[in-house]
Nanobody, 122 residues
Framework: QVQLVESGGGLVQAGGSLRLSCAASGRTFSSYASGWFRQAPGKEREFVATISWRGGSINYADSVKGRFTISRDNAKNTVYLQMNSLKPEDTAVYYC???????????????WGQGTQVTVSS
């Protein structure tokens, strides 16, 4: 089992920045690929970014490419999502997840955090 806890969400004005963190415990987190997903009210959960266990393979949703950066520190069992140039449409609950391989699809991920709210005001 892997337990994931997100933090770093909050309220920010459009154009601002936030850094989300996902702290893992349990089984060897460093051997898992990690992903960030988000879900806005009334919408389906959508892919944001994913990173392989070594960090050598990274992929982003087109909507966040160039503004968000995913990274990980396996020594700290933590994955990060740096979000810059935030837009109101980025408002959502952001979830961290872990899987055996890099994937853009939520169904690939076996472990999920509880989510952290990000609200971007215009």
């Amino acid at each position: 089992q892997v337990q994931l806890v997100e933090s770093g969400g909050g309220l920010v004005q459009a154009g601002g920045s936030l850094r989300l963190s996902c702290a893992a415990s349990g089984r060897t987190f460093s051997s898992y690929a990690s992903g960030w997903f988000r879900q806005a009210p009334g919408k389906e959960r959508e892919f944001v970014a994913t990173i392989s266990w070594r960090g050598g393979s990274i992929n982003y949703a087109d909507s966040v490419k160039g503004r968000f950066t995913i990274s990980r520190d396996n020594a700290k069992n933590t994955v990060y999502l740096q979000m810059n140039s935030l837009k109101p449409e980025d408002t959502a609950v952001y979830y961290c997840a872990a899987a055996n391989r890099v994937s853009n699809y939520a169904r690939t991920y076996d472990y999920w955090g509880q989510g952290t709210q990000v609200t971007v005001s215009s």
